[in-house]
């Protein structure tokens, strides 16, 4: 995954999928799903964010700090 992703990605498994995502160091996130902005914000500490996206749905998500792991549960 790159340091900093602006891709849009699409569930077409079938079945909802649960992502996780964790950021580098200290920085803001910002997660949208199915156009909704469901998470922006920032802090002093570690970021992470976990959702999920409905079968169909497409799914984006930005750390300007980086990115250290993302996961699907699918």
Not at 10 to 28: D, E, K, R
Not at 42 to 61: A, D
């Amino acid at each position: 995954f790159p340091s900093h992703d602006t891709t849009t990605y699409t569930n077409s498994t079938g079945y909802p999928i649960f992502v996780h995502v964790q950021g580098a160091g200290t920085s803001g996130v910002t997660a949208i799903v199915g156009g909704l902005t469901i998470s922006s914000y920032s802090n002093n500490i570690q970021v992470l964010e976990t959702f999920i996206v409905p079968n169909g749905n497409s799914y984006s998500v930005s750390m300007p700090a980086g990115i250290n792991r993302w996961y699907e549960m699918r």
